[in-house]
């Protein structure tokens, strides 16, 4: 008897379940990341007087405006942050986030049997498509307060 796909939405039945299993990991990383960069402090450039009280303030209001000469290190600092809770996932759920990369997408088991799973990519795709989505959208008064006074970091 041979295997009956179930398509909807270009996806087959495994298609929707692993990408599931692989956006709901994603989230829990981005909100894990997100909650260490609340707890930063250490490294902040915007100054005392700016009102924020994060490295994730920082970023947000950089994601929202201007990016300063630093970004890149706020990138890195997320990034290190993502790949270390890469790290401690089973296999699985590591292909299955690959998957979903668009690397990913294009894998063609019958041309390749293993995966090449990729950290840098894995990382990019999560840090891109959930934690900076959600630094873009993300608010508080202090966040406000700073945006409304019309200046960037340096």
């Excluded at 894990?32 to 490295?55: N, P, Y």
Aim: hydrophobic share 35%; glycine share 8%; with cysteine.
């Amino acid at each position: 008897m041979k295997d009956v796909l179930i398509i909807a939405g270009g996806l087959d039945a495994r298609d929707r379940i692993i990408k599931y299993v692989a956006e709901r990991e994603c989230e829990r990383i981005a909100r894990k990341t997100v909650r260490s960069l609340q707890r930063m402090t250490d490294g902040m450039q915007s100054g005392d007087d700016s009102g924020l009280a994060s490295v994730w303030d920082e970023m947000c209001v950089q994601v929202q405006g201007d990016q300063s000469g630093l970004w890149d290190h706020y990138v890195g600092l997320a990034g290190s942050l993502i790949e270390q809770e890469l790290r401690a996932l089973k296999s699985e759920l590591n292909d299955a986030v690959w998957l979903q990369t668009r690397e990913g997408s294009e894998w063609d088991p019958e041309e390749d049997p293993e995966i090449s799973y990729n950290t840098d990519l894995v990382v990019d795709y999560i840090l891109n498509d959930f934690v900076l989505e959600l630094a873009s959208n993300w608010t508080n008064r202090r966040i406000e307060r700073f945006n409304s006074r019309g200046y960037g970091l340096d």
